[in-house]
């Protein structure tokens, strides 16, 4: 007999672990953002090749994808609290080791097992699911990505300033110091004021990652939004990769001009995302909106080319992460619905290391078509790649009504 919370004790878990959650996710990107602005300089201290550096940067998705589903189906066997601190204690670690790292492969394997312990966005989503009513999941997830967008503002300004890069890999130690700090802060928080959202379940059968996958993209409603995942994904980060490249050939824009749309883009995703998106969502619709989101996204990246200066670039930036904003919280919403309640955490982390390797691939592929084709190709790339995914959200909010459970 699966154990429940009464409805009073969910209410009750919801409200005084939602900011707890939110502080969690924001300390965590906090971290993160510090990092990822000081990645490309901390590997040449090392003398890396321009391929050892893009190794580095990959390693993290790479880790994600193997981390998400496994932390997720982890936390659906032994509760959402002991997996995340355990995971955000071993990340801690990780950045304090990035600090002393000898050379740019400890770094990389570093960065590997920082990215597999950092992939437990689904065991977060899982406890969201677990204490909250599923038509206000969206809204509520939406909550989770404000946080992320804040610390990852926030983040890269904070590293510059602790950043000393003409010191060497010595002048690192201090950013990644303090990330490791604000991961240890991260686990302390959850271990005084987050209670567990489930009860420890004995004789449950899990399925295992590739026959969860199996399943999963032969189902009505989570095969199309696991695709949906990947595609967007592949498209925004490509975008996000080549996005200076392509200011700097285009405008002849530097790091002020490039920082500061990029500044918009956190801004108007944490508005949309704290503000609009659960509204919109319970008043018309997941499925709906998340179509809404798509389209948003794909007008963007088909007006991005066309642009004329500062103001249009960043007026269609903002446009697109609108479009993201309103649209992604509802993946998570609708593959909960389908999912039973013994499989949150992973089948939410499946769409999770469906994103992990979106932002593998999609940089890779931008890159190529920006150095291959010409600098407008990867907006071209990633309209082609996000426009099906109108359709699939459709497809899967028509069957989600009726759709068996994953």
Known sequence: MTLRPAPAETETASQAALPTL??????????????????????????????????????????????????GRLSDRIGRKPVLISTLTCNCLCYGLMAFAPNIWAAFVIRLFGG??????????????????AHERAGKLARLGVAFNIGFIVGPSLSGLLAHPELGPEGFRLPFLVAATLGGLSALGVVLLVRESRARRQGVR?????????????????????????????????????????????????????????GVVGITNALAQWFVTGRLSKHYGEARMLAVGMGLTVLAQLLLPFSWGLVSTTAFMALMAFGQSVAFPNVGALISRVTDSERQGQALGLNNAMGALARFIGPLCSGLAFASVNIEAPFWLASLAVAPAIGLALLAGKSVARAPLL
């Not at 300390?27 to 550096?53: C, D, K, T």
């Open 22 to 71: 939110l502080f969690v996710v924001f300390m965590n990107l906090l971290g993160f953002g510090m990092v990822i602005p000081l990645l490309p300089f901390y590997a040449r201290s090392f003398h890396a090749e321009p391929w050892q550096i893009s190794l580095v940067f990959s390693a993290y998705a790479m880790g994600g994808f193997v981390g998400e589903p496994f932390w």
């Open 116 to 133: 597999m312990f950092a992939g437990n966005g689904s065991v977060v989503q899982g406890y969201i699911a677990d204490v909250t009513p």
């Open 206 to 262: 899990q399925l295992g990652r590739f026959a969860l996958f199996d399943k999963a993209i032969r189902h009505p409603t989570a095969g199309p939004l696991l695709i949906l995942t990947l595609a967007s994904g592949f498209a925004f980060t490509g975008i996000e990769s080549v996005f200076g490249f392509w200011g700097k050939a285009r405008f002849n824009w530097g790091p002020r001009e490039i920082g500061l749309i990029f």
